[in-house]
């Protein structure tokens, strides 16, 4: 039950074989833990057949990106397997007082977060408290503040990374997607937009569509816990692979 990618990007489901991403309902979900945080993860990842792509070809069609699609057909059949695995995952999803969208540019992740209010019954938090940062507000907080310590795999793209986003327009909204995964977790993807809401003492189920290294988690973990007094878990609809 994986995924197929034709030559020209259509993303198919192919339940002879779980290559790129399990799709089964019996093989999920999946449950981790980032930094002492629970997460959960619909469907899993995986780097099993002839392809090293770790499943992504399915949320960039997911999310109409870089030139993949997917039909409404198998988008459907996936999105009815998604809800059946949430349906029999309530104790992990239950216990919120809200469930937190991260903005994204894509509408993939509200509507993957209104599947899981209306599973698990817990009202979705306006994410527009937060906020997108740009390429502008990122590449000018690393120029004036670089990290004191960089490994050596970070090093040999710290300056590429530099450069490229010199050439992109700097309101342009920052993609952790798009950078190199060694620097991700040096940035913070998130910024505050206003006030905020006062969060002390509640419980938010944070809903993103892939998870990969952890940083964008990271950023809106650092607002919602440090700024704002929330606790918070995460669910993802593709995990790490």
Request: charged share 25%; proline share 6%; net charge positive.
């Amino acid at each position: 039950m994986g995924i197929e990618v034709s030559a020209a990007k259509a993303v198919t489901i192919n339940d002879q074989h779980e290559n790129g991403v399990d799709t089964s309902v019996a093989g999920n979900p999946s449950r981790t833990r980032f930094k002492n945080m629970p997460l959960l993860h619909v469907f899993s990842r995986n780097r099993r057949g002839q392809r090293r792509d770790d499943g992504n070809p399915l949320v960039h069609a997911l999310k109409g990106r870089r030139g993949y699609s997917i039909l409404p057909f198998w988008k459907g059949q996936l999105m009815a397997r998604a809800r059946t695995i949430l349906k029999a995952s309530r104790e992990d999803i239950n216990n919120f007082h809200f469930v937190l969208p991260l903005p994204s540019s894509s509408p993939f992740c509200a509507e993957f977060a209104a599947m899981v209010s209306d599973v698990s019954g817990t009202p979705i938090l306006d994410p527009t408290f937060l906020r997108k940062r740009t390429v502008g507000e990122v590449l000018a907080e690393a120029k004036a503040n670089p990290p004191a310590r960089l490994s050596s795999g970070q090093r040999s793209v710290w300056g590429s990374q530099m450069h490229a986003w010199e050439r992109t327009n700097p309101d342009a909204l920052f993609q952790a997607k798009d950078t190199e995964i060694v620097l991700r977790p040096l940035f913070r993807a998130f910024a505050i937009d206003g006030d905020g809401p006062d969060l002390k003492g509640i419980r938010v189920l944070v809903v993103d569509d892939i998870f990969a290294t952890g940083s964008s988690l990271a950023s809106a973990r650092d607002i919602l816990e440090n700024r704002f007094g929330a606790s918070v878990a995460a669910i993802f609809f593709l995990s790490g692979a």
